[in-house]
């Protein structure tokens, strides 16, 4: 509860970080890498900023309100970002690039009636073989997405918005 974890080099583990705390917990400025599941687990009101982490299923995981923010993720296989519940999350002004995976993945269940007020801002998100943006139905309740660098190579896709893939820019817009 309220823990830090800051400056380290974390390696070939199933989860690099993890941090499940109620309090405002920070993970700042570690190199987190070729970990079997997740890079950085950080739920409820967590804070990660400014890690690294790349060649992890999932750079950064969590639930909650977290705010994670300036932090660099490449190299991942399953998703950049990974949030699967939450309520005034704040995701901004991160760098993602995987060539397979979803750069940003909010995705949320039927039973879960707190995920809304998600905000995205400011994110450079570029995925070679997925989607750049991906929300789930019961994540669209006052989702904000704005002033994000969405860019696909290959056969990646700019976003999946109501289980309807949206491949470019333009129809993502329309979205």
């Known amino acids: 509860a309220g823990a830090s974890a800051t400056q ?4 070939g583990s199933y989860t690099g970080i993890s941090s499940t705390s109620g309090n405002a917990a920070a993970i700042t400025n570690n190199r987190v ?3 079997t599941g997740t890079g950085i ?3 409820n009101s967590t804070i990660a900023t400014g890690n690294v982490s790349y060649s992890n299923a999932v750079g950064i995981e969590g639930d ?3 705010t994670w923010s300036n932090n660099l993720i490449y190299n991942d296989t399953v998703a950049g970002i990974w949030l699967h519940s939450g309520f005034s999350a704040n ?3 991160n760098t993602i690039d995987l060539a397979t995976g979803d750069g940003i993945r909010i995705e949320g269940n039927a039973g879960n009636f707190q995920f809304q007020h998600v905000n995205i801002r400011n994110n ?3 995925t070679g073989n997925g989607y750049d943006l991906t929300v789930t139905p019961q994540a669209e309740i006052n989702f904000q997405s704005d002033y994000n660098d969405l860019f696909v190579t290959g056969s990646g896709k700019v976003a999946l918005w109501e289980g309807v893939a949206r491949p470019t820019l333009q129809a ?3 979205a």
């Open 41 to 43: 687990y950080a739920s």
């Open 8 to 11: 380290n080099v974390v390696y």
């Open 64 to 66: 909650g309100s977290p």
């Open 124 to 126: 450079i998100v570029r």
């Open 33 to 35: 890498y070729s970990n």
């Open 172 to 174: 993502w817009r329309l």
């Open 91 to 93: 995701i901004f002004n």
